[in-house]
């Protein structure tokens, strides 16, 4: 597999993961996050699909995929670091979890007003 390939993969694979997090931080249910991020690229569910698990993105889909994503001709081409979290991030994070796990649904209304609140201006 060529490199361009595997940059076109995993950058894809992160404007997807950035959109699931957006919209999961603004109240969307998880489910059916997949199918409407293939729609925001015009492409089908099945297609998105492919291209997760092996389908080579060409070049007229990595320009279509960048345009509808707002990023520069040739993003997607580009090798990009790992984003991945530190340590104080990972604790974070599962302290997080535990409380929204723990809590019932007027906790967990609570705790994403909190955090809304906090955001606010950052």
């Keep these: 597999m060529s490199n361009i390939t595997i940059h076109r993969r995993r950058n894809v694979l992160a404007l997807f993961q950035a959109y699931a997090e957006s919209a999961v931080a603004n109240g ?18 099945s297609m998105w699909s492919q291209i997760k698990s092996s389908r080579p993105i060409g070049d007229k889909l990595a320009r279509q995929i960048e345009q509808h994503c707002k990023k520069p001709v040739g993003w997607l081409d580009e090798e990009r670091e790992a984003a991945g979290l530190n340590q104080a991030e990972q604790q974070f994070l599962a302290l997080a979890l535990k409380a929204w796990r723990s809590t019932n649904s007027d906790g967990r209304k609570k705790l994403r007003s909190l955090l809304k609140d906090l955001t606010v201006g950052a």
Excluded: D, M, N, W
């Design 28 to 45: 969307a249910a998880p489910k059916g996050l997949e199918q409407t991020f293939a729609t925001s690229l015009e492409i089908s569910p």
